[in-house]
């Protein structure tokens, strides 16, 4: 069973780009819009809670403060796009764990998330094993280990594994780089698709036997890619 993330964000396009990214890292999503749902449905046993600031009805930090008297321990990222020290303070207080300032990139969301899953002690393993080639990726150590017996062992970045991630969860599809730029980096940051190609044949290097003619990752021109496990 995979870990259960809570979403209360009303901004529809925020949501699904976070619910999105979340079940490509492998975790099992939940989005509601209102904070007076996402009290009622935090009573059931999620691992981690992504709570945004700013909703309509009761706000992330009426939403914090409840759950914490309702003793739900369940761990709270609150995102806001208030950045300033001040308001970081009000929603630690309110009893949010960690805190995420609007605009942020998808990879830091996810990495805050597993990093929040990991603290809170969930046993259980927080996603699937990526495989490439000899390679087997484990998602929450980001570590990449070679399964043929020579141990030979390498650490992905948070960016590279959720690239990596993306292309395995669409393994066999054909992806534009402006596919891949939406969901593996997010909305609000502003690489080009240049920094796409640049990534991918990061990829390459690591996992590719002959990074100049590769199998797994593949080039179609004017199109875009398509990963082969
Ligand atoms: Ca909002």
């Known amino acids: 069973m995979s870990v259960r993330v809570l979403v209360i964000e009303d901004e529809k396009l925020v949501a699904d780009m976070v619910r999105l990214n979340l079940e490509h890292a492998g975790f099992d999503v939940t989005c509601v819009d209102r904070g007076e749902d996402g009290i009622a449905r935090a009573r059931e046993a999620f691992d981690v809670i992504v709570l945004d600031w700013m909703l ?53 969301l996810v990495a805050r998330v597993r990093a929040l899953a990991r603290r809170a002690g969930a046993a259980r393993p927080l996603g699937r094993d990526i495989v490439v080639a000899a390679w087997r990726i484990n998602p929450d150590t980001r570590e990449a280990r070679r399964a043929d017996g020579s141990g030979e062992r390498l650490n992905l970045t948070e960016t590279e594994l959720s690239l990596l991630a993306f292309l395995a969860s669409h393994a066999g599809e054909v992806l534009s780089r402006a596919d891949i730029l939406e969901t593996a980096w997010g909305m609000d940051r502003a690489p080009t698709e240049r920094t796409v190609d640049n990534y991918v044949m990061r990829l390459r290097k690591l996992f590719e036997d002959d990074p100049e003619h590769p199998r797994h990752f593949l080039t179609l021109r004017g199109v875009g890619y398509r990963f082969e496990p």
């Open 56 to 108: 309509p009805g009761l706000d992330g930090i009426d939403v914090a403060k409840q759950l914490r008297r309702e003793h739900v321990a369940t761990p709270v990222l609150m995102l806001t796009a208030r950045g300033d020290v001040n308001s970081r303070v009000t929603g630690l207080d309110a009893g949010a764990d960690d805190y995420l300032a609007k605009p942020f990139a998808m990879p830091e």
